[in-house]
């Protein structure tokens, strides 16, 4: 770390159980791979693989998925150190499809998760600080303590990305099987 990060992703981070039939209804899967999920986590593995030194600020569960996604972005180059695990909370999950070249079912998992628990206390100024900049999740400001985190957090960001990452389903702007849906 002797020149600092360049990004700090902070977010969801969960698990993503793909369906292995292709154009089969998420109803009609019979089989699931299992891939690192959430779109700050993917981003920072993406960052990681450009080259880019960055870390994950999120919380698992203290359980086989929070372990998997902890060693998966470490596995990438992905400082977890603040990959923070939550003791009461389960690792968020979703179920995905790929029915079509336009349909991609997909059921979240996400109520009440271990990464909607980060707080302001799972981080500190010169961490946010030591970082060129730090990428914030708009799925963390639809819930009053996660956008209180993130608030804290870009109080001492040099620079911030905002990653829209809208998701109505997560607004609580649909019913929980609508989580395709892009637009309300």
């Known amino acids: 770390m002797s020149r600092g990060l360049d990004l700090i992703c902070m977010g969801r981070a969960a698990v993503d159980l793909y369906g292995e039939q292709i154009g089969a209804r998420l109803e009609d899967?019979?089989?699931?791979?299992?891939?690192?999920?959430?779109?700050?986590?993917?981003?920072?593995?993406?960052?990681?693989?450009?080259?880019?030194?960055?870390?994950?600020?999120?919380?698992?569960?203290n359980e086989q998925n929070g372990s998997f996604v902890r060693e998966a972005l470490a596995a990438e180059g992905v400082d977890v150190s603040h990959v923070a695990t939550d003791p009461a909370k389960l690792t968020a999950l979703v179920f995905l499809a790929i029915k079509d070249r336009t349909t991609f079912p997909l059921l979240f998992y996400r109520h009440d998760c271990a990464d909607m628990t980060v707080s302001a206390a799972d981080f500190d100024r010169d961490f946010i600080a030591s970082a060129k900049a730090l990428l914030v999740s708009g799925t963390h400001f639809s819930q009053p303590h996660t956008a209180a985190a993130c608030f804290a957090a870009l109080e001492h960001a040099r620079k911030f990305v905002f990653d829209i990452d809208y998701r109505p389903v997560l607004w609580g702007l649909t019913a929980p099987g609508l989580g395709e849906r892009r637009f309300v």
Not at 35 to 53: D, H, K, T
């Open 29 to 61: 899967q019979t089989s699931f791979a299992r891939y690192l999920g959430g779109c700050p986590a993917n981003i920072a593995v993406g960052s990681a693989r450009l080259g880019l030194r960055v870390a994950m600020l999120t919380r698992v569960g």
